[in-house]
Each structure stands twice: as structure tokens, then as C-alpha cells.
RNA sequence: GGCUCCAUCGUCUAAUGGUUAGGACACGGGCUUUUCAAGCCUGUAACGGGGGUUCGACUCCCCCUGGAGUCACCA
């Protein structure tokens, strides 16, 4: 068996779609589970759309993923980059050599031909071909120009593309997902494989590495189905084992349309910004489409990579649940180290970090579904904000009442060991024991005590409010409030 | 419009000829409880329609309907 050798090919545009993710996720588990190699490959033949900084921002963002690759290029701390592997380059703007060769031995073969059409010529011929419902292709003008016209041509310096001859008859492949496809070629376009400027498309490029770098599996998103029969259509003419195929399912708005800018958070940016965990965030792609157990929903990368099946991908889309990822990020925040959240949180957090953030953080997280979300979480414990004297007296009991136990434990956090401080445990345990001592009710000391160390109607036990804010904070705010209920 | 793909609760999905069609999110109810959150229990909710094949179809085949993708010197 061949080694499998996955690729994800993403062009530096701007940030990482969603989708793009989704999908190097998976060419990354199957790789994995079969011991093979993940490869990331840049593909900048587009001139006009290249973007600066892009390809460095899309390794940043496999980085920060944890998702790995074996070849391709890689970011160094010191921002510089190197490729890694014996396949390269893995940038293609850096091997158009190469396209300029296998386009040339196409053209000799007779599988390719130069195209000297205007854009104006085409856009017409379409338009006319629209005009009556057929299928729009090239029509195959200058197929009919003789091979010395198209030299003197050329050698003239006139602009031209060359565009492949696509033969009669049908491509019929098994998609890895899907099954079995059929495209007839006289729905197949004479498509272009080299533009003017000299750059290769995507259909050639695509293929010429997939083939040099040994590509055992092509993953990519259903969008390119109805180019296969292209990559086809050329493996044939060099003559190359083609790849497999595997093409999952989109990934869909709310509008059940593929996921646009318009319709949702497209960038893998975004949902950092927002406040998403990459473990999160990878549970919840990487299962769209696909689902290891019947009953669970939480996995691990390792178990994700284990259980891979790409037989067992969902071949329709996906529509994006977002309630289902805020879920899931709050799985993965109660299941996280507390020291593990504080580190990952710094940067949302407006408020300056200190001993009682720290603690507030682990306290709150079982309330927060984003990272953003913990600065407004954790602001009550460092401002004591005004409210009504009102919600501290408990539905069951009074004003005098609430003066009562609060004075109690004004007196009792007073006393308060520094021993019994140290944990929540020890200090529900002192409360509580305390009650019982006193004949009270839990209700008529713990609610005004919660309100008054919280300042909130809703809020974390006492108990934790305590441990967070410390003995004095504590008895301040305790304080506060009496003084707040004889007013 | 041509071509191609797709079709189970609102959403993500399980089921590979025989199940009371399972789980999860969301939503409702309950328990726990000083409140909230969490947790636990629980309820509502789905096989798009029509033909076949078969003793038996969510599962296989065909048609219809519906949805999506794609038809660039973009990937």
C-alpha cells in the first residue's frame, strides 16, 4: 500500500476560511491514522488577489489550531520562513518552471493548444451562448490556427493563454465520499491551464504538484466536483495515476447557502477573536460530517484521528450550529486547568490581571460560554457596584432580619482563620457550621451574605465570592451593605 | 438554464433490510439548591412525495419534488 499523503492547498487571499479548516482537519486525520505525511502547499498563482502577510497569518493559524503538517513551509520565531521536506518547493509562484514545462508538453503532444481570444471575444461568446441556454464553453476558435501561425504569433509577443483540448468521450471516477461520478465531456470547457502572465491555474498547477509531490488523496470542498473531470482530463494526457478524490460536503449558513461573509463568521480569526477555544473549535469542525460515536459529542484530536473514516463522511452540508459550539466551548472551559484558562484569557481581559481575577476566572468559567465573555464575569469582584439594599433581603425573611445575619457575619468573617480562608470547602464548611451552631436558616444568612459580597442579585456561592475576594474585601463589603439596609 | 451533488427532529447527527427510529444543541418540565450557572432525571420534535424490489424498507432501484454547488486568464 502506498503511503497516504494529504494536502491542503489554501490560496494566501486573507484569512482561513472555516471550511479550509475543516477540510486540512480532515486530510490531517487521515494522514495521521494511516502514519502518513500532512502536507500544506501555498497556492499563489493568482496575482491579483495575493494579499501580504497572508501565508505567514495562515501558518500562524495552523499553529495555533494544533494541527501540524510534515512538509510544506513553516513559520520560524523569528518570523522568517523555511520549507521542510523533500518535495519542494511547496510554494507554487516558486515552480513555474515546472508549469511552463508540462504546459509545453502538452502543447507538443497535441493536448494543449494557444489561445490568442480577447476577454471581450469570450465574454461576447458567452453572453450568446447564455442567450440560448447552452452550456457555456470556449469555442474552440483558434484550435483551428496551424501550429506555425501560433509561433510567429507568440514569437510576435501577442498576448495568448493556453487552454487544454479536452477529447471526446467521459470521465468516471469513485469520489472517496461520494461513489461513483460520470461527467460527459462535452460539458467539460476547453479550460484554460496557462494564463498570459504566465502563471498556471488552478487545474494545472493543481495537478502537476499533486502528481511531483506524491499526493495520495485530494480532500477538498464539494464546490470543486465539477472540476474533477479537468484534473482528470490531465492526469490522462501525462499520463499519471490520478489521486484519490474526496470532496466534503460545505459548510452552510444559516441560509443553508455555503458559508459566505455576509451569512456568518467565515474566518478561523474571527472565532478567536470571539473568544473560541481551538479545541473547541476543532471538536466542533472536525465532527461536522462526521461522527465517530453514536452518544458522544466531545473528543479528542487523538480520538478524532483514530476513528477517521472518510467512507463515513456526511455528504450533504452543514449548516453551522453556533449554540452547539458555545456548548461545546464551555465543555472544554469546565474541563480545562484553571492556570490553562488564565493564560488563555489574558488577552480578553481589559481588566489587569491579579490574585483575585485569577481566582474569579476559575470561579465564573462554569457561566461563561467565550473567552470574551470573562472580563464582564469577573468585573464584580474588583467593583463592588452600586444596587438596590432591596435584593439583599431573602424572599422568606426582612429588612431587620438581613441587618441581623449580615452583623453576625460581619463578626464571623472577622474571625475568620487564615486557614479556614484557603479553600471554599473550609469556609462553607465554617458557615455552615456555624448555622447549624446558631439554630439559623441557610437561607436568611446565605442570601444576603451572597448579595452583599457579590452586589448581585445572581452571582457565584458565598462561599467562592468569599474565597475570591478575601477576608477584608469580604468584611468591607459586608459592611457596605449593613450600612446600605439602615439607610 | 445545462451539468453535478445532496435529502432522518428547528440544527448537528446515529441507524448499513427486521429498533418503541438512538444521541447532542436549542426549547419545556422536574430534582438539587441561598440565587444564577453547572449537574442529574424527563418531555415536545424527524425518515420530503410516489412507485417498485422484498416476507419485511430510513436503509436497495426508479421517478417526482425540494435544496445546494458549478458553469472566469479566482482558487
Known amino acids: 500500500m502506498t503511503a497516504v499523503r494529504t494536502r491542503i492547498a489554501p490560496s494566501p487571499t486573507g484569512k482561513m476560511h472555516i471550511g479550509t479548516l475543516r477540510t486540512a482537519l480532515f486530510d490531517y486525520f487521515l494522514s495521521k491514522q494511516n502514519n502518513g505525511q500532512f502536507i500544506i502547499r501555498i497556492e499563489d498563482t493568482d496575482q491579483e488577489r495575493l494579499v501580504p502577510g497572508a501565508v505567514e497569518n495562515l501558518l500562524e493559524m495552523f499553529h495555533s489550531v494544533h494541527i501540524p503538517h510534515d512538509e510544506g513551509p513553516f513559520l520560524q520565531p523569528d518570523g522568517s520562513m523555511i520549507e521542510k521536506g523533500g518535495y519542494g518547493p511547496y510554494v507554487q509562484s516558486q515552480r513555474l518552471d515546472l508549469y511552463n514545462k508540462y504546459a509545453n508538453e502538452l502543447v507538443e503532444k497535441g493536448c494543449a493548444y494557444p489561445c490568442f481570444c480577447s476577454t471581450e471575444r469570450l465574454d461576447e461568446m458567452r453572453k450568446a451562448q447564455i442567450a440560448v441556454k447552452q452550456t457555456t464553453k470556449y469555442d474552440r476558435k483558434c484550435l483551428s490556427l496551424t501550429a506555425e501561425e501560433a509561433r510567429e504569433r507568440i514569437e510576435a509577443g501577442e498576448s495568448h493563454v493556453i487552454r487544454i483540448k479536452v477529447p471526446e468521450g467521459k470521465t468516471e471516477f469513485d469520489d472517496a465520499i461520494r461513489g461513483h461520478v460520470v461527467f460527459d465531456h462535452r460539458e467539460v470547457d476547453d479550460c484554460i491551464i496557462m494564463k498570459s502572465d504566465g502563471f498556471p491555474t488552478y487545474y494545472l498547477a493543481c495537478v502537476v504538484d499533486d502528481y511531483l509531490m506524491k499526493i495520495s488523496h485530494v480532500l477538498r470542498g464539494e464546490e470543486w466536483i465539477s472540476s474533477t473531470p479537468k484534473s482528470l482530463i490531465l492526469c490522462a494526457m501525462f499520463e499519471w495515476e490520478a489521486p484519490i478524490f474526496a470532496h466534503v460536503p460545505l459548510l452552510l449558513g444559516p441560509d443553508k447557502k455555503k458559508l459566505s461573509k455576509r451569512t456568518g463568521d467565515t474566518a478561523v480569526e474571527e472565532y478567536f477573536v470571539h473568544g473560541y477555544l481551538a479545541e473547541a473549535l476543532i471538536n466542533f469542525v472536525g465532527t461536522l460530517g462526521f461522527n465517530p460515536s453514536a452518544d458522544r459529542e466531545i473528543f479528542t484530536i487523538d480520538e478524532l484521528i483514530q476513528s477517521f473514516d472518510l467512507s463515513k463522511v456526511n455528504s450533504g452540508g452543514a449548516i453551522l450550529n453556533m449554540e452547539k459550539l458555545d456548548w461545546m466551548n464551555k465543555q472544554y472551559l469546565m474541563s480545562l486547568q484553571v492556570e490553562d484558562i488564565i493564560r488563555r484569557v489574558k488577552p480578553f481581559l481589559k481588566v489587569p490581571m491579579n490574585d483575585v481575577v485569577e481566582r474569579a476566572v476559575g470561579i465564573e468559567r462554569s457561566r461563561v ?29 426582612d429588612v431587620a432580619d438581613a441587618i441581623a445575619q449580615l452583623t453576625r457575619m460581619e463578626l464571623l468573617v472577622a474571625a475568620l482563620s487564615e486557614e479556614s480562608c484557603a479553600s471554599i470547602a473550609l469556609l462553607e464548611a465554617a458557615i455552615k457550621e456555624y448555622i447549624t451552631r446558631e439554630g439559623l436558616q441557610n437561607g436568611n444568612v446565605l442570601w444576603p451574605l451572597r448579595v452583599a459580597l457579590s452586589g448581585q442579585e445572581k452571582s457565584a456561592t458565598p462561599f467562592e465570592t468569599l474565597w475570591v475576594l478575601g477576608k477584608e474585601e469580604s468584611l468591607r463589603r459586608i459592611q457596605v451593605a449593613i450600612a446600605l439596609l439602615k439607610t
Open 369 to 397: 460560554a467565550r473567552l470574551t465573555e470573562f472580563d464582564d464575569a469577573v468585573k464584580p469582584y474588583l467593583f463592588l457596584a452600586e444596587y438596590d439594599p432591596k435584593i439583599l433581603v431573602w424572599k422568606k425573611a
